[in-house]
């Protein structure tokens, strides 16, 4: 019985953030409040309505973030979607420049814990009761990452050596 998993792909959905989530109602208010002051007579404050309007937009985008990871021809791939319309290629990663790939409270990653050289990739959803991986990437980069079992099984396959699921 062969086992295909040439192509696997994953989606996490990220958990809301209040902060973004309250500056982008605070912009819409300041908006409507700036076009109602620029029909008065100031024109700063048909400035500040564009500005607020622009503000609120961006902050809608980042407000629902979620991320989808593809795993293709020894090759694994980061997008980062935005309010569930817009998406933007994040990251890519080749199997075999990794250094190690284990569950975040895996013994496996002890060497890599203490090392500050790394530069530290969060492609989670930040819920804390959602199991999370490690991968320990070409010795520069720590990527944080929420996978599946099929995502993992694939990467597994083609680096036995360096992906670990205890």
Not at 12 to 22: I, N
Not at 47 to 56: D, E, P, S, Y
Not at 66 to 79: H, L
Not at 148 to 159: G, M
Request: proline residues 3%.
């Amino acid at each position: 019985m062969m086992n295909d998993n040439s192509y696997v792909e994953c989606l996490v959905a990220g958990k809301p953030r209040p902060l973004v989530v309250f500056l982008k109602y605070l912009m819409i208010i300041m908006a409507v409040f700036s076009f109602i002051l620029g029909f008065l007579g100031a024109f700063v404050f048909m400035i500040l309505f564009v500005a607020c309007v622009a503000g609120a937009y961006f902050a809608s985008l980042n407000a629902s973030i979620e991320y989808e990871y593809q795993y293709c021809e020894r090759e694994i791939t980061v997008d980062k979607i935005l309010n569930k319309s817009r998406r933007k290629k994040v990251a890519t990663f080749e199997t075999d420049r990794i250094d190690v790939l284990a569950p975040s409270k895996s013994y496996h990653l002890d060497e890599y814990r203490n090392k500050d050289n790394y530069r530290t990739l969060d492609f989670s959803s930040g819920n804390e009761e959602n199991p999370t991986y490690i991968m320990y990437y070409d010795g520069r980069e720590k990527v944080i990452f929420e996978a599946s079992k099929e995502l993992v099984d694939a990467i597994k396959n083609v680096a036995p050596r360096k992906v670990f699921m205890d």
